[in-house]
């Protein structure tokens, strides 16, 4: 501690006639830059340089005529001042900031550098430090050292500027006011990580108070932010996210979020820390919940508007719309204004990359989860007007039979009055004039008695069980006997087991026998897996496969989104 006292007795021997050259400057700063170093993250000898009377000519030292010994002065007190409330305090009674905030404006790079730094670690977890910060009029040179040369100056004035913004509620309108967006914009573009994360941070302070959202937004803040979501770096990630939730409080950004892109943005950023995800969801929700009355009017006017002239920016709209619009506003956001013909052009359209592509499939199957006819198959079989289900005892029942079909050589028991309440083709069979009219045997060709036995199963009792193997024969005999109850059975088992591998062959079989729900399912699993089909399938065979689908499913779906608050009439 002999060594501590020494370095302190040296500069208490020099504070006199600071205004001229010092004959032992050097000693002087060598004795300030030692302090610098033993202090350094070392409390006790912070404590200790405070007891040997060491800040007092430290602040004296500040206003000395080299500024090299300004320099190593400014040095030792930021030293002194990180995370130590007794040091801080008596260097504001000691009269640093006046002098400080002088520094603050000089051409030396290293000045200002280190007396930025010192005023950064006073106001730090200090609001009455940071509050006599600004009282003394350090606002303005702050934000002009913005603009310095300096890097390190720059960050530092960036921090300081984060910092002052939680002092009182209307200091984040003053910076705004007094010229800091425009600098912390650029700095957001600089090679420097740094720099970019502490831009990132003072404008995410400074996007919590409502004007300065619109400000920032203005000012060109928003696409370089969300390109900071792309960084590799944590911190950096979660500055923009914060900085990008507060932008969207405001009502008059969003449509300007969705038009460049946002959305989608957002969704797609590989967040490193939960934070920055658990920022990302809840601005997507603020996005979610602002999309109503004037701003779904702008989301929807950009859309329209730009058909002719800004293909992307109309698509960017429709996509948005798909993930974040209510349901009420469906039908108005993609049948209305055609939003449905946008996400499917850009689906289709094989001039756009891969990566439009798939966010066009997640989009319309989104879209898709969003009407409820689309949740699953209706399998309750559609009765015919007059029905007769005779109950599982008379499957195959010779009692009271008065028709036996002959399938694969074997007799079947049949009962003709719950055959024509079945389907228009039993009653054709029965009541027209064909042979079978008349006949008491009737063969029954190209069918399992399996298949057969399951159909008149359906026809008996309303219901059969329809196991995978049977799936697609029974589905063709229903078909065939125009036996629709029994066709959704087979459509909800065969979507069951779709696969990437007999995607196709499944919406062959459902365009072949006329099953629409599970030509729809068909195209809906192709949307949710869109990009394992599209990496493991031959690029012109899937885009024929999408370009088969799409057509139905536009149909399917525009005619549920126009359903969509159309009121039903109350049964009498």
């Given at each position: ?10 500069l ?34 912070k ?14 030292l ?10 190593a ?5 930021r ?48 609001l ?10 350090a ?11 300096c ?15 939680t ?11 007094r ?16 720099l ?6 003072a404008l ?6 409502r ?7 203005q000012?060109?803040g ?16 979660h ?14 950004n969003v ?17 490193i820390v ?25 989301i ?8 002719a002239?800004d293909k992307?920016?109309q698509?960017?709209?429709a ?11 469906l039908?108005?956001?993609?049948v209305?204004?055609?939003?449905l013909d ?13 990566n ?7 989009a ?14 209706d ?13 599982e005892?008379?499957?195959?029942n010779?009692t ?6 002959l ?8 009962h ?16 027209g004039?064909?042979?079978?009219k008349?006949?008491?045997?009737i ?9 057969f ?9 309303k ?36 696969t ?40 012109s ?32």
């Amino acid at each position: 501690m002999g060594a501590l006292s020494g370095l302190v007795g040296i500069l208490k021997r020099h504070t006199d006639n600071i205004g001229c050259p010092m004959p032992g400057a050097s000693v002087v700063r060598r004795a300030a830059d030692a302090i610098t170093n033993l202090a350094h993250e070392n409390i006790p000898i912070k404590s200790r340089v405070r007891a040997e009377g060491g800040i007092p000519p430290l602040v004296v030292l500040l206003e000395a005529y080299d500024a090299k010994v300004q320099r190593a002065a400014a040095g030792a007190l930021r030293t002194l001042a990180f995370k130590n409330e007794e040091n801080k305090n008596l260097i504001v009674e000691c009269g640093a900031l006046s002098t400080l905030i002088q520094m603050l404006r000089a051409e030396d790079m290293g000045i200002h550098y280190e007396a930025v730094g010192v005023i950064g670690n006073l106001v730090h977890s200090s609001l009455h430090i940071k509050r006599q910060v600004l009282e003394e009029g350090a606002l303005q040179p702050v934000i002009g050292l913005l603009s310095s040369s300096c890097n390190e100056s720059q960050r530092e004035a960036a921090l300081l500027l984060g910092q002052f913004a939680t002092t009182e509620p209307d200091y984040k309108a003053r910076i705004v006011q007094r010229g800091a967006v425009p600098p912390l914009i650029t700095m957001l573009g600089a090679a420097d990580s740094q720099l970019k994360e502490m831009a990132a941070f003072a404008l995410g302070r400074l996007a919590q108070n409502r004007d300065n959202q619109a400000g920032i937004m203005q000012a060109g803040g928003l696409q370089p932010l969300l390109e900071l979501l792309q960084s590799k770096q944590g911190t950096l990630q979660h500055n923009a996210a914060f900085a990008l939730y507060g932008l969207a409080d405001n009502e008059d950004n969003v449509a300007e979020i969705i038009r460049q892109g946002g959305v989608s943005l957002l969704q797609e950023a590989d967040l490193i820390v939960q934070a920055s995800k658990d920022c990302v969801q809840k601005t997507i929700k603020r996005l979610e919940d602002k999309i109503q009355g004037n701003v779904l009017k702008q989301i929807l006017y950009a859309m329209h508007s730009s058909q002719a002239t800004d293909k992307t920016m109309q698509q960017r709209v429709a996509v948005a719309l798909a993930w974040l619009g209510k349901e009420a506003d469906l039908r108005q956001s993609f049948v209305d204004r055609r939003g449905l013909d946008v996400l499917l052009e850009l689906l289709t359209d094989q001039r756009r990359d891969a990566n439009s592509h798939k966010e066009a499939a997640a989009a319309i199957f989104e879209l898709a989860k969003k009407i409820p006819a689309t949740a699953a198959i209706d399998c309750a079989p559609a009765e015919p007007p007059s029905h007769v289900y005779l109950g599982e005892k008379y499957v195959n029942n010779q009692t009271l039979s008065d028709v036996t079909f002959l399938v694969e050589g074997k007799e079947f028991y049949a009962h003709r009055i719950a055959l024509l309440a079945s389907s228009d083709i039993f009653r054709a069979m029965f009541d027209g004039h064909y042979k079978e009219k008349e006949a008491s045997i009737i063969p029954v060709p190209n069918i399992s008695f399996r298949v057969f036995e399951s159909m008149m199963r359906a026809i008996y009792t309303k219901s059969t069980e329809v196991t995978s193997d049977i799936a697609e024969e029974l589905l063709r005999a229903a078909d065939q006997y125009m036996l629709d109850g029994l066709k959704h059975l087979c459509e909800e088992s065969i979507s069951q087991g779709l696969t990437m591998e007999n995607l196709t062959e499944t919406y062959d079989l459902a365009e072949n026998f006329n099953a629409p729900q599970l030509g729809r399912r068909c195209a809906l699993f192709a949307l949710e897996h869109y990009v394992e089909l599209s990496e493991g399938t031959p690029q012109s065979s899937w885009s024929q496969l999408m370009l088969r689908m799409m057509p139905k499913l536009k149909s399917f779906l525009t005619e549920e989104l126009v359903k969509i608050n159309v009121p039903t009439t109350p049964c009498a």
